[in-house]
């Protein structure tokens, strides 16, 4: 790979050992760059144990169910992971520095971990479930491809109140599709609560960011998650149970948080009124 000096528009090549402190600075990694790009690797590597552990063993014949639930819950292990370093790297990059890569990155390293590893999960549940339906699982899975490559789009360039997303967050998006998966549902609930999800992250539905407390919660929100998905996968009793509760809690806050803050703005817009009100009077 070849870059161009900024002094002799010559090309000059990475392999040829120079100092890096040569290189055009948009070129140089920041630490921020380096969390978004364990997001990213996070995100193939949940795409691998899927394929690996899921849907390779399903198409074998093997019936080990232990080996398939504990692949699939290290797969959502991986993008919870990659949700944390997508939390850490807007934060780090605001305390330290970001590369002029660094929202090209954030946005590539999110549609692979919230984008193609959550879709790939879909699509593998359609082809593994008792009652799924592989065609429609696919199509299912691309609707989610689409989702997020829109709202990523949308969110490099469109302009919004400081404070809140327009749209679901891909990261929540993604952790409420698998989590809807995990539960376990009949197929047709399943496949509308992925297509509800869908079009709240295209949607103008307003989310908060997750900025100070919002933040910790949601990183011990996080850690809640794959503590649940850990007692699942090794088998505790009542693991499947505690899944299937952390799982319904993340559907249902997907779907309740929009409501807060949309009362919230409704409240802040009526007393802003009736202070303008009162002034006049």
Known sequence: MTVIDPDTDAPTSWADGEDTADMPVSTRLSIAD??????????????YFTTTGVL???????TDGGMTRHSAATAVMLM??????????????????SSAMGAELDNLSDLISFGLAPAY???????????????????????????????????????VRDGIFQGMPSPMGALTIVSAVLLQLPFLPTLAIIGGVAWLMVSRVEYPKPRGRLAVATLCWIFISMGCL????????????????????????????????????????????TSRQSRLG
């Open 56 to 62: 390779v063993p399903h198409l074998m014949g093997q």
């Open 80 to 97: 919870l992971l990659a949700s944390v370093f997508d939390l850490f790297d807007g934060l780090v990059a605001r305390k330290l520095r």
């Open 121 to 159: 999960f879909v699509v593998v549940w359609g082809m593994v479930a008792d009652d799924g339906h592989k065609n429609i699982s696919a199509v299912a899975g691309v609707v989610v491809v689409l989702a997020v490559v829109l709202r990523l789009a949308r969110f490099s360039c469109v302009t």
């Open 230 to 273: 850990s007692a699942w996968a090794v088998g505790v009793p009542g693991g499947a149970a505690l899944l299937q509760t952390g799982a319904a809690l993340q559907v249902v806050a997907a779907a309740v948080i929009p409501l807060f803050a949309t009362f919230r703005r409704v409240n802040a817009i009526r007393g802003r009124a």
């Open 34 to 47: 380096t969390l978004t790009l364990s997001n990213a690797t996070c995100g193939f590597m949940a795409v």
